[in-house]
């Protein structure tokens, strides 16, 4: 009986890495082994009439809306070309600077990404935008990739982040499973909001972190990054640095600003960032019909995948505690030498190596409901454990050889550029990512202190 969690888990690895979509995957592993279950005599086939209730669930949760919204003014501003004017600007305003181009793609990447909150659209962006412009100025490839790769997992840990939306959901019922195992009956709950206001400073940090790279790296190795004479027509003008900011602020700001303040949900700040996309791209000149046709297709095409990979998991969840899943977690984790910090650890070490085979909507849908009410049970702040994971999981979506912004990358990438060069030029980003890991393990209020604030 013990053994059935282990092999469900398993079986689920086995098939994704054949190549099996996701949703059925987790459906169907849960449905043969809930039915081998029941044959058995070690299955309550009364659980699996909870399953409707919870595809109510499901259709009825309204935080679930902002999906839809993020992933539509995502594609919006990837259309529009908010960035080239902003990277344009931004290059000549940071040219005295050593490395003021790559600090210029770290700060045009880590706006684009708080107004998209999508990996992929950022990476590629930034990767047609500034690549050639890079090369051209002599970077080296490695470097180059690297950059423009670890800039476009911004998105994941910078808000409006999908990662976040979805981390929200699912910690927000674990939180209240493990407050009713320790008898609090009435359970707090966390929100989107609460991660999306802790993962500013954490956010903040791994940009300067990565500025700072670009800095020294240019000082003490300019082979890699060489000089660049800046003449007068490399220069630009104060108004015209701030026209070309004014639009993303002012997104950034209606969005954030909205949920800081408390005006707005976060579904109702990306309902507000969906249409100020728009009417940025409509000043632009950049929306049309055959445009918003596009982004509204690959938009019902994404949203349908992430709930039909939800509907999956929640199967496979209740399947999974049917068996008595959650309590071999618990067991297993409650027996380890150090507790809590060894428990984490191990669970943080485990989502980077399945960030390897797995996207982070799988491990958000699938680990995170089976550790969170276990680790949470055991005291840990759902705040700064939602924020570990989010960075875990940008970690793993850098890393070779499966990181998924490597393959953005690689798509839009010069063939001139070869694969183990863009995989070397990460390994630097890996290193700052993992440095931020530790900082927040040690020093916790680097998450929590801005929600107590508010």
């Known amino acids: 009986m013990e053994l059935i969690p282990l092999l469900m888990f398993a079986a689920i690895c086995l098939f994704l890495m054949f190549g099996y979509p996701v949703a059925f995957t987790l459906a169907g592993v849960a449905l043969a082994f809930a039915g081998l279950g029941i044959l058995g005599g070690v299955f309550d086939p009364n659980l699996l009439k909870s399953f409707p209730a919870r595809l109510y669930g499901i259709m009825n949760n309204y935080t679930l809306v902002a999906v839809p919204l993020f992933v539509f003014m995502g594609g919006i501003l990837e259309k529009s070309r908010l960035a080239e004017d902003l990277l344009a600007n931004m290059s000549k305003a940071c040219g005295r600077l050593p490395g003021g181009l790559g600090i210029s793609v770290v700060l045009v990447g880590s706006m684009l990404a708080a107004s ?44 409006p982040s999908i ?45 300067l972190l ?19 004479e800046i003449n007068d027509d490399d220069k630009v003008s104060l108004w015209r640095l701030f026209a070309s900011l004014l639009p993303v602020l002012l997104l950034i700001s209606l969005l954030l600003g909205s949920i800081l303040i408390g005006a707005a949900t976060p579904t109702e700040a990306a309902g507000v960032g969906a249409l100020g996309a728009c009417i940025l791209a409509l000043c632009k000149k950049q929306l049309s019909w055959a445009r918003l046709r596009d982004v509204s297709r690959s938009t019902t095409q994404i949203s349908a995948m992430i709930f039909m990979i939800l509907i999956g998991a929640s199967l496979f969840s209740l399947v999974f505690r049917g068996f008595g899943g959650e309590e071999l977690v618990h067991q297993f984790f409650s027996s380890l030498p150090g507790g809590v910090y060894t428990a984490i650890a191990l669970v943080m070490l485990a989502m980077f190596i399945l960030g390897f085979i797995l996207d982070f909507i799988e491990i958000i849908f699938v680990v995170v409901p089976i550790v969170a009410p276990v680790l949470l049970a055991m005291g840990v702040d759902p705040i700064w454990l939602g924020i570990m994971i989010a960075v875990n999981l940008q970690t793993s979506f850098l890393t070779p050889p ?45 998450v929590t202190w801005l929600p107590s604030q508010l």
């Open 402 to 446: 499966f990181g998924f912004a490597l393959f953005y990358l690689r798509g839009v990438a010069p063939a001139s550029i070869k694969t183990s060069e863009i995989y070397r030029g990460v390994l630097p980003f890996i290193g700052l990512q993992l440095a931020l890991l530790c900082i927040m393990a040690l020093w916790p209020s680097l």
């Open 210 to 228: 990565y500025i700072l790279y670009v800095f020294f790296t240019a000082w003490l190795r300019p082979n890699i990054i060489p000089r660049v």
């Open 116 to 159: 998209t909150g999508i990996v992929g659209a950022t990476v590629v962006t930034m990767g047609l935008m500034s690549l050639p412009l890079m090369l051209k100025r002599g970077y080296a490839p490695s470097f180059a990739c690297g950059t423009i790769c670890a800039t476009g997992t911004l998105g994941q840990i910078i808000p």
């Open 163 to 207: 990662v976040l939306v979805l981390l929200g959901d699912v910690l927000s019922s674990a939180y209240q499973q493990a407050q009713l195992k320790m008898g609090i009956f009435n359970p707090k709950t966390i929100s989107v909001g609460d991660l999306f206001i802790a993962a500013m400073l954490p956010g903040l940090a791994l940009v």
